[in-house]
């Protein structure tokens, strides 16, 4: 195993570098149902040029931002359960994520942005409902989707 690598075994290695930062499953569905309903977007982009930080949906004309997180890499409250080895690394590794998620949701509100997250276990049509009306909102449409248990 390479020096750099805080995996600990080659089985943690091998499974952690088929993790995908894009193009997961929820994201992939998401995309579909958003896409539907006429929903354009841009995919993997930073809504602010400057800023390292880049949002898996992006509504440039609207200032609105959607993430898909998954309830491991993210510390979902719901489903996330902390590892047993190597534990420190881990839990300092999603205090990290969930600080940065934090930290990106203040820059882009600060800037006028709306951020809406996805968890990957939420019924992705729901989610597309809030996002689309969110984008409708914004467009001033006074159409908006029913939904059941909008958050």
Known sequence: MPP???AS?????????????KNTRPELLLRSLLHRRG???????RPIADVR?????VFPGDRIAVFVDGCFWHGCPDHYRPSTKNADFWREKINGNRA???????????????????????DLNQAATRIE?????????AHLVATIGDH
């Open 4 to 6: 750099e690598s805080t």
């Open 9 to 21: 075994s080659l089985e943690v290695r091998a499974s952690m570098r088929g993790n995908r930062s």
């Open 39 to 45: 929903m354009r977007y841009r995919v993997d982009t």
């Open 53 to 57: 930080r880049r949002a898996d949906l």
């Open 100 to 122: 940065r998620d934090t930290e990106t949701n203040d820059t882009l509100a600060a800037a006028g942005w709306t951020v809406i997250r996805v968890w990957e276990h939420d």
């Open 133 to 141: 009306n969110a984008v409708r909102r914004k467009r001033g449409s």
